[in-house]
């Protein structure tokens, strides 16, 4: 069992930045793949950002693409999502999830673990 505990969230003017921190319990972490998803309120949760368990791979959704960058700290059994020029848009409550098959992965079905969600609220 693996326990994700998200962190970092807040109240930011639109072209701010905020970094998501993502803690997870256990000692597979390292061996398993990282996702971020957001779900907006009346919206489906949607795909953020994913990293294998390496760190080698990584993959973005188009809408963030260039303004967000996914991390992992395999030491600390953390995950990142640095989110720079942040956008109205990006309004959401911010979830990290854990994927023991380690590959990066864009599918939410794909995932094992979720955490609570952190909000991310950007005023314009």
């Known amino acids: 069992q693996v326990q994700l505990v998200e962190s970092g969230g807040g109240l930011v003017q639109a072209g701010g930045s905020l970094r998501l921190s993502c803690a997870a319990s256990?000692?597979?972490?390292?061996?398993?793949?990282m996702g971020w998803f957001r779900q907006a309120p009346g919206k489906e949760r949607e795909f953020v950002a994913t990293i294998s368990w390496s760190g080698g791979t990584t993959y973005y959704a188009d809408s963030v693409k260039g303004r967000f960058t996914i991390s992992r700290d395999n030491a600390k059994n953390t995950v990142y999502l640095q989110m720079n020029n942040l956008k109205p848009e990006d309004t959401a409550l911010y979830y990290c999830?854990?994927?023991?098959?380690?590959?990066?992965?864009?599918?939410?079905?794909?995932?094992?673990?979720w955490g609570q969600g952190t909000q991310v609220t950007v005023s314009s």
């Open positions: 256990g000692r597979t972490f390292s061996s398993y793949a």
């Open positions: 999830a854990a994927d023991r098959g380690g590959r990066a992965t864009i599918r939410k079905t794909t995932y094992d673990y």
